[in-house]
């Protein structure tokens, strides 16, 4: 009887295990989903001069909504403006990394970047023809170019973002497809400009490889040789640095790369450091 009693629970905790590898699977409506081409295209150049304004001052959660909400209304008036797009999904990524403490609204943010950077990647005609046949994101970016290399560079950096702060471990072990996706967009930004973003890709790549379980490929080595590679291209880019002590030096509890990276950080003159000031001001205080 007994062993019947621990078959049961085997078999039950193996029905759990297979329902969850299926239930837990991230997926999410394309960003394109119930676009409608726009014939009307108004000037949305005094909104956007409007959001490089406040760019140069957008340091706190409000400051950083307004500045998504103009880009919005730019995007209003020009839906085939790429920019608008692309940097409406970039602060929404800000907005989750930043200033979101609950995890809901953390994926919230995540997920309008991922949409907004699939609508600027829907603009282009052959991009636009291979996914609305069926080609996945990943698979149909080989057909993008220079001028949509920003909506897929934040479009694999929100992918990223929900993975490591979105899921659980197990949630992780069930979706590294997610990141491992996010390689073959990462060759297609290398192919156009291998240092996108001061150092971009090798950044990324770091983050990938101590996020990765190892039995996937992750590596602390490799991730530490790609930190080094992004601040060699980018060494005025605060991320860099800054990602390298939160992501790698935390976990393998190297102390003194830790300080000198944060220190490094701290030293610098938000405006002046490579990425836009919403971003460094978010650096220098975390």
Partial sequence: ???QINHFILLTFAFCLFTFSFTSCVSWKPGWEGYTESSTQRNPSKLLEKAAELEKTADTKEKVQELIDTYKEAAELAPLNNYALWKIGNYNILMGAAYSEKKKERKMHYMEAVKYCEKAMYLNPEFKKKVDSGVEVWEACNVLDENEINAMGYWYTAIFYYFKECLSGLGRVFNTKLVIHNDIVMNRIDEIDPNWAGGGNYFSRGIYYVAVPEKFGGSKEKAAEYFAKAIEVGPEYMVNRWGRAKYLYEITGDRKGYIEDLNW?????????????????YFKAG
């Fill in 1 to 3: 009887m007994k062993k």
């Fill in 265 to 281: 950080v701290l030293s610098q003159n938000p405006p002046d450091r490579g990425n836009p000031y919403p971003w460094n001001a």
